[in-house]
């Protein structure tokens, strides 16, 4: 498990993962942080038929992290009993966003 490096704006600080090549202020110019921050989940759900190399359930959700405006979809490892509005932390494993809880007052 590692850390979930995103893309931010030099121009307006608007974040995105994945990389887009340029941003929707118009700017072409990027560096890379590390997301520090957890999310709050804005949806979720279960996919019960998922895409060819999943396993089901495939649990789903998209988390918005305030501070860089950013949105990630990322997938829901584990026995969490997540809804809208639980706050998550988002790492890259192998390609994909993984979410896990934020334990209460963490990352505040």
């Known amino acids: 498990m590692g850390s979930l490096r995103i893309q931010v704006c030099r121009s307006c600080g608007r974040g995105y993962y994945p990389p887009k090549i340029r941003?929707?202020?118009g700017s072409r110019d990027f560096y890379e942080?590390?997301?520090r921050e957890p999310g709050r989940i804005v949806?979720?759900?279960?996919?019960?038929?998922p895409p060819m190399g999943f396993e089901p359930p495939l649990r789903v959700a998209?988390?918005?992290?305030?501070?860089h405006g950013?949105?990630?979809?990322?997938r829901i490892d584990?026995?969490?009993?997540l809804r809208v509005g639980d706050r998550v932390w988002a790492v890259e494993n192998n390609?994909?966003?993984v979410f896990s809880p934020a334990?209460?007052?963490e990352g505040e």
């Open 70 to 74: 950013l949105k990630v979809l990322g």
């Open 43 to 49: 949806t979720l759900t279960t996919i019960y038929v």
């Open 62 to 67: 998209i988390a918005e992290f305030s501070k």
């Open 103 to 105: 334990e209460s007052g």
């Open 23 to 25: 941003c929707s202020c």
């Open 78 to 81: 584990g026995d969490y009993s």
């Open 95 to 97: 390609g994909v966003v």
């Open 33 to 35: 942080v590390e997301l």
